[in-house]
């Protein structure tokens, strides 16, 4: 016996034969399990609550609080402001705006194309495993 589980590989604790999640009821249509969830809305005013100033790309919410990415990664490697079991609360979200335009309606207009879309969920919730 060398001591290597046959779950995790050689060199490094991770685990071996990883798949990326699906949810779905018995015998129902299958759904992927996303890493990160989208918020859509016509005008996003979220401000993040440490610089005050609107996130780019993908940030954290809290309620109705938000963090953009540089202001969590600070606070999450130094916490003076905000503690650890605070911040693990957030969950990363993205802005509906890469997407699809509003245009001050409820209506959208794609600006990518659904399989391009899909393709970038999936490679999003393939990476999850690896890197949270």
Do not use: M, W
Not at 87 to 107: M, N, P, W, Y
């Amino acid at each position: 016996s060398s001591g290597i589980n046959a779950e995790y590989g050689d060199e490094h604790d991770v685990r071996r034969f990883r798949r990326v999640e699906f949810a779905g009821s018995f015998g129902g249509k299958q759904a992927l399990k996303e890493t990160i969830s989208i918020k859509c809305v016509q005008n996003n005013e979220d401000t993040c609550d440490s610089c005050k100033r609107p996130p780019i790309g993908d940030y954290f919410t809290y309620r109705n609080r938000a963090l953009c990415r540089n202001c969590h990664s600070f606070h999450s490697a130094y916490g003076e402001k905000y503690p650890p079991s605070y911040l693990q609360a957030f969950a990363k979200v993205r802005d509906c705006s890469e997407i699809h335009h509003h245009e001050g309606t409820s209506a959208k207009i794609k600006l990518k194309d659904p399989k391009l879309e899909r393709k970038q969920r999936y490679r999003e919730a393939y990476f999850n495993q690896y890197f949270h």
